[in-house]
């Protein structure tokens, strides 16, 4: 527990761990039997039969190139256009890795692909309601086991990874856990952005083309890169209890308190605010 507390442990231990549950009852049988022949001999046994299943679980869930224990799922999401002008988009993802970039294929609103180790099998839910030209798609996205022990930490190592369609003022927010979050905004309109999560790591990349974008940030921890591609201004508001922080000063002066702003940030064509809400971790803007 201490282990995978500081997070030394890899994601997906516990699950492959629970699978091996024949060495918890090799160890029992060790113990009682062997405890008969001398005081330690069971307990060195059963210690012994126990920590060959950890390393086992340890062995497995380390490495890609080895033959997972938990099924491997495979899922798939396809949302049709359909005349839609602007959209908002919830993503919650409870743990793994979600990945949101653009290049929709022809008359696809959002399309997306689950892959990777999860049991129960990868889940998820849409809802969606339309006002006028303008749909909500409300995406809960499951790719880990519904009980999370530890708390707080990814079981499955799923990987969702969606593509919605450039060209659609959308608005954006993703909702999560311990997880993973990479997010290539730079080809879509997104006006706005939300991000909540928990201990996170978190890669952002801001629209490129999308005039003003609204972007706010809070985490509970992990990191926090932002990317703001050349030619695009921001005004950056940073609070919270941030560890490390690295700014980019020359192209975003300090302004003081936690400020920072481009100097032609009022006059410019595309400009993004950002307001960021952080505990430890390391921040990045550049």
Request: no cysteine; proline share 6%; charged share 15%.
């Amino acid at each position: 527990m201490l282990l995978w507390n500081f997070e030394i442990l890899p994601d997906g231990f516990w699950g492959e761990f629970f699978l091996l549950w024949p060495f918890w009852l090799a160890a029992a049988a060790a113990g009682l039997l062997l405890s008969r022949l001398h005081p330690w001999a069971g307990s060195l046994a059963a210690l012994v039969t126990l920590a060959g299943a950890l390393f086992g679980a340890w062995w497995v869930a380390d490495s890609d190139g080895r033959t997972p224990i938990l099924p491997v799922a495979h899922e798939s999401i396809s949302l049709p256009l359909a005349g839609v002008q602007t959209a908002r988009v919830n993503l919650t993802v409870s743990s793994g890795v979600l990945a949101l970039g653009g290049g929709a294929p022809s008359g696809q609103l959002l399309v997306g692909e689950f892959d990777g180790m999860a049991f129960p099998a990868a889940q998820y839910s849409v809802r969606v309601s339309s006002e006028g030209d303008r749909q909500t798609l409300e995406v809960n996205l499951q790719g880990s086991w519904e009980i999370a022990f530890p708390p707080e930490r990814p079981i499955s190592n799923g990987r969702w990874a969606l593509q919605h369609a450039g060209g659609v003022p959308i608005d954006i927010g993703v909702y999560g856990g311990a997880t993973t979050l990479d997010l290539d905004l730079e080809d879509l309109t997104v006006r706005s952005l939300d991000v909540a999560a928990g201990a996170a790591d978190v890669a952002v990349a801001m629209p490129a083309n999308a005039g003003r974008t609204d972007a706010s940030f809070r985490i509970g921890g992990g990191s926090l890169n932002i990317e703001i591609p050349a030619g695009v201004a921001a005004r950056i508001e940073l609070g919270g209890s941030v560890s490390s922080v690295d700014i980019d000063t020359a192209r975003f002066p300090a302004q003081g308190d936690g400020r920072y702003a481009s100097p032609d940030f009022e006059n410019a064509a595309n400009r993004v605010t950002i307001s960021i809400d952080a505990a430890a971790g390391d921040v990045s803007v550049r």
